[in-house]
Nanobody, 123 residues
Framework: QVQLVESGGGLVQAGGSLRLSCAAS????????MGWFRQAPRKEREFVAH????????HYRDSVKGRFTISRDNAKNTVYLQMNNLKPEDTAVYYC????????????????WGQGTQVTVSS
């Protein structure tokens, strides 16, 4: 059983930065790969970034490469998403999720989800 709570969203101007945090419960946190997804109004939920259990392997969707960085601190049961050079098209509700699957880009492979945090980027 894992419970996830996102925080750190807000309103920023284009070109600004935010750092999202996802706090996880449970002693098994380090067993999970963690992902960030986002969902904009009238859009499907989409993959953003993924990090494996020890942080050695990360993946990003093409549109955020070079701007977003995913990291984790297993001692604090927390995963982060540092978002730099934000663009209006990054506006969405951002969700963290946990999976034991190696198929990291597919939404349905994630067993646990947080409630989401709103990120709004103005032009």
């Amino acid at each position: 059983q894992v419970q996830l709570v996102e925080s750190g969203g807000g309103l920023v101007q284009a070109g600004g930065s935010l750092r999202l945090s996802c706090a996880a419960s449970g002693r098994t946190f380090s067993s999970y790969s963690m992902g960030w997804f986002r969902q904009a109004p009238r859009k499907e939920r989409e993959f953003v970034a993924h990090i494996n259990w020890n942080g050695a392997d990360t993946h990003y969707r093409d549109s955020v490469k070079g701007r977003f960085t995913i990291s984790r601190d297993n001692a604090k049961n927390t995963v982060y998403l540092q978002m730099n050079n934000l663009k209006p098209e990054d506006t969405a509700v951002y969700y963290c999720a946990a999976t034991l699957s190696s198929i990291w880009a597919l939404l349905h492979e994630y067993r646990y989800w947080g409630q989401g945090t709103q990120v709004t980027v103005s032009s």
